[in-house]
C-alpha cells in the first residue's frame, strides 16, 4: 500500500479537472491530479480512427443508456477526458439560459456577465479561433443547404490553434492546462482508478485507489488531502460519490442531447478529416442540426444503422457523410453505482414529445441535405426508407418509432446539479457537496440542465468561476 498527501486532490483531468488543477497549482496549492485512463500522446493517434476509440474511449465508445430506446453515448477515459476525443467546437452558454438557470435553482454569481469573464480567460488560454478561409466541404454543405431553406445557421469557433498556413492543431487538456498544471507543481497519476472516497464526519480525508502498471500489476494508493474536487465527468462523477455513501441529489437528473443521424451521399467526394463547424440554429434551442465524424468506420456504422440496400453507398464511401439532428430533451435519466459492478447503470427514457421532436430534426435534416444537394439519404432508423426527394422524407415521419430508432450522444449533464435549492440539487452555486466541507464537484454534472449546444464551454467556464471561488475563500 501506497500512501500519497496533497493539499487538493482532483479527480479526472478532463474539462473540468483540467481547470481546476492548472488554476490551483498555479496559485501555489500542492495538487495531486488522479485519472483513471492512460496518457496518450496527442500526436500518437489519428483523430477519430478505431485506433483512437481503444485507446482513449470509455469501453471502445460502446456504452449505453438503457431505455426506450436505447442511447449509446461516448466518454473520454484518457489523460485529458473527452477534450482529447471530441469535435473541439466551442459555444458560450446562451445567456438566457444562464438567467433561466440563476433564477430556477437560484445560483449565485451567475449572470452572463461574470460568465462571460470567466470564458474569456478560458478561450485566451485554449486559443479558441474561427477556422481562416472558407469553410471545409462537408461545413459548407449545412451553410449552402441552410441558405438556400432560408434558414439560420453559424459557424462555431473551435479550440483549436492555426499557424500562418491555416493548419490547426486541437488544443486538448494535454496540450494545454495540464502541461500547465504540471509545470506549476502538480502531480499526475494516470492508470489510477480512485475506488472509494474517505469519509469523517463531514470532510473527505482521501481516496482510496487503484493503479495498472504495465504487465498487470496493480498497485493500492491511499491519497489524504484537505480539499477533494471530484471532476470524472456526468456519469463517473455521481458513480464514484454513491460508491462512497455520498447520496443527496446525486446521480438522478441525467440531461443528454439525443441524437439521430444521417449518412448522405453525395456527387462528388468530400473531406472525411475532421466534424464540420457550421450548425443550424433555425430550430433552437431545442433542436440543432450539424454534422459528425465522417471516417469509414463512422460511414458505415451511420449505413449499417438505416438496414437499407447500403452496398454501393459504402463502396463509394469517400462520397457520404455523417449529419446529425441533436434535441434538448424534456426527458431525464439516471445513473446508479451497482454494488460489485465496476460500471454504473445508465437509465434514459424519452417523452413521446421527445420522440416527435427526433422524428421533426431527422425530416428537417433531410431537407436541408437535400437543399444542398445530396442524392440519396439512409436515416439511423431501421428499415428506414432511402430518401432521394423531398417527398420521400414523409414517411420518416411515422419511421421514428421507440422500436426502430438508434440514437446516440455525446454530451452528459446533471447529475450533481448546482445551486441554493437544496432540495433540487447536490452541489451548491460553486460546487461544494451538500453535507460537506471540502468536498467539491467541478464538471459537467453541475450544469442544471443540458444547454442544447456542445457543454465543454460552459463546463469550463463555470469550473474556472468556481475555483476562483474557492481560491478566495480560503
Same mark, same amino acid.
Given at each position: 500500500?501506497?500512501?500519497?498527501?496533497?493539499?487538493?486532490?482532483? @479527480?479526472?483531468?478532463?474539462?473540468?479537472?483540467?481547470?481546476?488543477?492548472?488554476?490551483? =497549482?498555479?496559485?501555489?496549492?500542492?495538487?495531486?491530479?488522479?485519472?483513471?485512463?492512460?496518457?496518450?500522446?496527442?500526436?500518437?493517434?489519428? %483523430?477519430?480512427?478505431?485506433?483512437?476509440?481503444?485507446?482513449? *474511449?470509455?469501453? /471502445?465508445?460502446?456504452? &449505453?443508456?438503457?431505455?426506450? %430506446?436505447?442511447?449509446?453515448?461516448?466518454?473520454?477515459?484518457?489523460?485529458?477526458?473527452?477534450?482529447? @476525443?471530441?469535435?473541439?467546437?466551442?459555444?458560450?452558454? %446562451?445567456?438566457?439560459?444562464?438567467?433561466?438557470?440563476?433564477?430556477?435553482?437560484?445560483?449565485?454569481?451567475?449572470?452572463?456577465?461574470?460568465?462571460?469573464? +470567466?470564458?474569456?480567460?478560458?478561450?485566451?488560454?485554449?486559443?479558441?479561433?474561427?477556422?481562416?478561409?472558407?469553410?471545409?466541404?462537408?461545413?459548407?454543405?449545412?451553410?449552402?443547404?441552410?441558405?438556400?431553406?432560408?434558414?439560420?445557421?453559424?459557424?462555431?469557433? /473551435?479550440?483549436?490553434? +492555426?499557424?500562418?498556413?491555416?493548419?490547426?492543431?486541437?488544443?486538448? $487538456?494535454?496540450?494545454?492546462?495540464?502541461?500547465?498544471?504540471?509545470?506549476?507543481?502538480?502531480?499526475?497519476?494516470?492508470?489510477?482508478?480512485?475506488?472509494?472516497? !474517505?469519509?469523517?464526519?463531514?470532510?473527505? @480525508?482521501?481516496?482510496?485507489?487503484?493503479?495498472?502498471?504495465?504487465?498487470? =500489476?496493480?498497485?493500492?494508493?491511499?491519497?489524504?488531502?484537505?480539499?477533494?474536487?471530484?471532476?470524472?465527468?456526468?456519469?463517473?462523477?455521481?458513480?464514484?460519490?454513491?460508491?462512497?455513501?455520498?447520496?443527496?441529489?446525486?446521480?438522478?437528473?441525467?440531461?443528454?442531447?439525443?441524437?439521430?443521424?444521417?449518412?448522405?451521399?453525395?456527387?462528388? %467526394?468530400?473531406?472525411?478529416?475532421?466534424?464540420? $463547424?457550421?450548425?443550424?440554429?433555425?430550430?433552437?434551442?431545442?433542436?440543432?442540426?450539424?454534422?459528425?465524424?465522417?471516417?469509414?468506420?463512422?460511414?458505415? $456504422?451511420?449505413?449499417?444503422?438505416?438496414?437499407?440496400?447500403?452496398?454501393?453507398?459504402?463502396?463509394?464511401?469517400?462520397?457520404?457523410?455523417? *449529419? *446529425?439532428?441533436?434535441?434538448?430533451?424534456?426527458?431525464?435519466? /439516471?445513473? $446508479?453505482?451497482?454494488?460489485?459492478?465496476?460500471?454504473?447503470?445508465?437509465?434514459?427514457?424519452?417523452?413521446?414529445?421527445?420522440?416527435?421532436?427526433?422524428?421533426?430534426?431527422?425530416?428537417? !435534416?433531410?431537407?436541408?441535405?437535400?437543399?444542398?444537394?445530396?442524392?440519396?439519404?439512409?436515416?439511423?432508423?431501421?428499415?428506414?426508407?432511402?430518401?432521394? /426527394?423531398?417527398?420521400?422524407?414523409?414517411?420518416?415521419?411515422?419511421?421514428?418509432?421507440?422500436?426502430?430508432?438508434?440514437?446516440?450522444?455525446?454530451?452528459?449533464?446533471?447529475?450533481?446539479?448546482?445551486?441554493?435549492?437544496?432540495?433540487?440539487?447536490?452541489?451548491?452555486?460553486?460546487?461544494?457537496?451538500?453535507?460537506?466541507?471540502?468536498?467539491?464537484?467541478?464538471? =459537467?454534472?453541475?450544469?442544471?440542465?443540458?444547454?442544447?449546444?456542445?457543454?465543454?464551454?460552459?463546463?469550463?467556464?463555470?469550473? &474556472?468561476?468556481?475555483?476562483?471561488?474557492? !481560491?478566495?475563500?480560503?
Amino acid at each position: 500500500m501506497t500512501t500519497l498527501d496533497a493539499e487538493v486532490l482532483v @479527480i479526472g483531468s478532463g474539462a473540468g479537472g483540467a481547470v481546476t488543477a492548472a488554476t490551483l =497549482a498555479r496559485a501555489g496549492r500542492r495538487v495531486v491530479v488522479v485519472e483513471e485512463g492512460p496518457w496518450v500522446d496527442p500526436d500518437a493517434l489519428e %483523430p477519430f480512427s478505431l485506433e483512437e476509440m481503444v485507446a482513449k *474511449y470509455r469501453h /471502445r465508445g460502446l456504452s &449505453a443508456a438503457l431505455g426506450s %430506446p436505447t442511447i449509446a453515448y461516448a466518454e473520454g477515459r484518457c489523460v485529458g477526458g473527452s477534450t482529447e @476525443i471530441n469535435s473541439g467546437l466551442w459555444h458560450r452558454l %446562451p445567456p438566457y439560459l444562464a438567467d433561466e438557470w440563476r433564477h430556477t435553482y437560484r445560483i449565485d454569481e451567475f449572470s452572463p456577465e461574470t460568465l462571460d469573464r +470567466y470564458a474569456e480567460g478560458v478561450e485566451r488560454e485554449l486559443s479558441v479561433s474561427r477556422v481562416p478561409g472558407a469553410p471545409p466541404p462537408s461545413s459548407a454543405v449545412l451553410e449552402r443547404g441552410a441558405t438556400k431553406l432560408g434558414w439560420r445557421n453559424v459557424e462555431f469557433s /473551435r479550440v483549436f490553434r +492555426y499557424d500562418t498556413n491555416g493548419r490547426g492543431v486541437k488544443q486538448t $487538456m494535454t496540450r494545454t492546462l495540464l502541461p500547465s498544471a504540471l509545470d506549476a507543481g502538480a502531480s499526475l497519476i494516470a492508470d489510477c482508478s480512485v475506488t472509494r472516497l !474517505l469519509r469523517k464526519g463531514d470532510r473527505i @480525508i482521501g481516496a482510496r485507489c487503484r493503479r495498472r502498471h504495465a504487465g498487470g =500489476a496493480v498497485e493500492h494508493i491511499t491519497i489524504h488531502a484537505d480539499h477533494v474536487f471530484v471532476c470524472g465527468g456526468a456519469i463517473q462523477t455521481p458513480a464514484l460519490l454513491q460508491r462512497s455513501g455520498v447520496r443527496h441529489g446525486v446521480g438522478a437528473g441525467l440531461k443528454l442531447h439525443p441524437t439521430i443521424k444521417i449518412a448522405a451521399r453525395f456527387p462528388q %467526394p468530400l473531406d472525411h478529416d475532421g466534424v464540420p $463547424m457550421h450548425r443550424i440554429t433555425e430550430f433552437a434551442p431545442n433542436l440543432t442540426i450539424g454534422g459528425s465524424a465522417s471516417r469509414r468506420g463512422h460511414v458505415a $456504422m451511420a449505413l449499417a444503422e438505416s438496414a437499407g440496400d447500403y452496398r454501393d453507398a459504402l463502396d463509394n464511401w469517400e462520397h457520404v457523410l455523417v *449529419y *446529425y439532428a441533436a434535441i434538448r430533451s424534456d426527458a431525464g435519466g /439516471r445513473v $446508479m453505482a451497482v454494488p460489485g459492478a465496476r460500471a454504473p447503470l445508465v437509465t434514459y427514457r424519452l417523452t413521446e414529445a421527445d420522440m416527435s421532436r427526433l422524428a421533426r430534426g431527422l425530416v428537417h !435534416l433531410g431537407e436541408v441535405l437535400l437543399a444542398a444537394g445530396a442524392t440519396e439519404l439512409y436515416p439511423s432508423v431501421a428499415d428506414g426508407l432511402v430518401a432521394r /426527394r423531398t417527398e420521400d422524407l414523409v414517411a420518416w415521419w411515422d419511421a421514428v418509432t421507440r422500436r426502430r430508432t438508434n440514437l446516440m450522444t455525446v454530451h452528459m449533464t446533471s447529475t450533481v446539479r448546482m445551486g441554493e435549492e437544496q432540495s433540487r440539487t447536490g452541489a451548491d452555486s460553486f460546487g461544494r457537496v451538500w453535507g460537506f466541507r471540502n468536498l467539491r464537484v467541478n464538471d =459537467a454534472s453541475l450544469l442544471p440542465d443540458a444547454p442544447g449546444v456542445n457543454p465543454q464551454s460552459a463546463t469550463m467556464t463555470i469550473a &474556472a468561476r468556481n475555483v476562483a471561488h474557492f !481560491l478566495a475563500e480560503a
